[in-house]
């Protein structure tokens, strides 16, 4: 029996405990919930990875060949007597197609750096890395003995890095990155997307890709403390790469230079079987074409909206820092010692092959830079809502062969192009305005070289 004066007590505890049972039927439903998913998932990551990377190549002669089932494993573990080799590349180079490549042409084990193959303490073949950059760890040990640089135009390699960032959620870590597995080689980033990281990460970003293939072509030497990285004196692994090649020229369905390249490191290579001469044609044919399968995504093509990545622009100061960069790492490597060093002359020929390839982009980014001066200083891209001198004054500024600064090889970093062409407006107002062709001296005005060079111009 309860007194009177403590029943409402009781139920107030009653239901104070009613809401702590429900509470915690709550959390328990949720807990339970939250692994289901968690387990669901991880079910999901495991038969996502059994999936995505397992290439089995059977040889049936005559050239033919059948890349089987992506469910089993690699029938060969390398030799501790086997060459392994890593393919080091800046991230969004391509590896996972070149690495492809390498376990269809020996059917042996490949790994990544990070391990989510679950392969790097299987003795792999091959493993795949983008170390020294921040992104990778050299979590190797002293596995490998040689390296394979695999190489791609900053202008492809940014954005597609980017990419990558973008389907792993911009993960800071290892478990945010394998967690996010299966989302990875599906989607695209917006336009919208792309631009908000790349204002944020560019500078940094094309430091990176500089000195990622600064350290690999020198051999890990570093200039600034006359001495050879640590990794690379104490793992047995030779720095030197074994071989550099293009990325943009091995993607394709047929057999090209670089990836005989990739061919002949693994004949050279100690205690490896590769598949015959005959049959390589079909397996860069089968390898290039295992796409569009929601299970099966083994490099970028299997990604929709094939468009998406040439409108990942760059700003004309960028430009300026890709061509800045670039120019300066194959100036470098054209000066002794460094062009002694082995494959220098396909790293130069690479670099000066970049350097002309962009061209025709940065040449379209200066019109659209032109066009958004023009219609900001004088109301109108096509010049109509001006008359008279101003009329003529906007068509020279609008005009890309009227300034030399664009054509004249030279890409200065954060250049300060907005002040300069103001400048320029200003003086060529100037000249159309005071009888400029009739002065006594005219030395360069009008011309197309940088206005400070024009007779009586003083520039601070």
């Known amino acids: ?46 038969a996502e990875r059994e999936r995505q990377r397992e290439l089995i190549t059977i040889d049936h002669g ?27 590349s800046y991230p969004g ?24 193959s679950d392969k790097l303490h299987k003795n792999p073949l091959v493993v795949k890395t983008s170390w020294p950059h921040p992104q990778s760890p050299w979590s190797w040990g002293n596995q490998m003995d040689q390296v394979l640089i695999l190489m791609r135009n900053p202008r492809r390699s940014i954005p597609s890095f980017h990419t990558m960032r973008w389907e792993l959620d911009y993960a800071k870590d290892w478990l945010s990155s394998w967690y996010r597995q299966p989302d990875t080689y599906r989607e695209r980033p917006t336009v919208e997307m792309w631009e908000k990281w790349r204002d944020a990460k560019f500078n940094k970003e094309i430091d990176n890709w500089f000195n ?20 690379c004196v104490n793992n047995d692994i030779d720095c030197q790469p074994i071989a550099v090649v293009d990325f943009e020229s091995l993607y394709t369905d047929t057999p090209t230079v670089d990836f005989n390249r990739i061919a002949a490191v693994l004949d050279a290579s100690k205690n490896v079987d590769v598949i015959a001469n005959q049959a390589r044609a079909c397996v860069v044919e089968k390898v290039f074409k ?21 409108l990942y622009k760059f700003t004309l100061p960028m430009f300026d820092r890709i061509y800045n960069r670039t120019i300066e790492l194959r100036n470098k490597y ?41 219609e900001g200083v004088f109301g109108d891209i096509n010049c109509g809502t001006s008359v008279g001198h101003e009329y003529s004054v906007c068509d020279f ?35 159309l305005n005071n009888d400029g062709p009739n002065w006594t001296n005219q030395g360069n005005w009008m011309g197309t070289a940088d206005h400070c060079t024009w007779a009586g111009v003083i520039c601070s």
């Not at 009653?14 to 328990?28: G, H």
Request: proline share 5%; hydrophobic share 40%.
């Open 1 to 46: 029996l309860v007194p009177q004066s403590m029943k409402g007590k009781v139920k107030k505890t009653i239901k104070s405990k009613k809401f702590i049972f429900a509470s915690l039927v709550l959390v328990v439903g949720y807990s339970m919930y939250s692994n289901a998913t968690l387990e669901h998932r991880a079910r999901k990551l495991v």
């Open 62 to 88: 005559g050239g033919n060949c059948t890349i089987g089932s992506p469910f089993e494993d690699a029938p060969y573990y390398a030799s501790e007597n086997s060459t392994k080799t890593l393919v080091a």
């Open 93 to 116: 180079s391509g590896k996972r197609f070149t690495w492809s490549i390498m376990k269809a042409l020996t059917n042996y084990e490949v790994a990544d750096d990070w391990n989510f």
């Open 212 to 231: 990622f293939y600064d350290f690999w072509m020198s051999a890990g030497f570093s200039e600034d403390d006359n001495s050879t990285h640590a990794n």
């Open 290 to 310: 295992r796409t569009g399968q929601s299970d099966l995504n083994m490099h970028q093509a299997a990604r929709p909206n094939p468009e998406l990545p040439m």
């Open 334 to 374: 054209l000066q002794e010692p460094h062009i002694l060093r082995p494959h220098v002359d396909i790293f130069v020929a690479n670099l000066n092959n970049y350097i002309v390839e962009n061209e025709a982009e940065f040449l379209e980014t200066v019109d659209l830079y032109l066009e958004d001066f023009v």
């Open 397 to 431: 500024m609008k005009n890309k062969d009227s300034h030399a600064i664009f054509s004249d090889g030279y890409y200065p970093d954060n250049f300060p192009y907005e002040d300069w062409l103001m400048e320029r407006t200003v003086l060529v107002r100037i000249w």
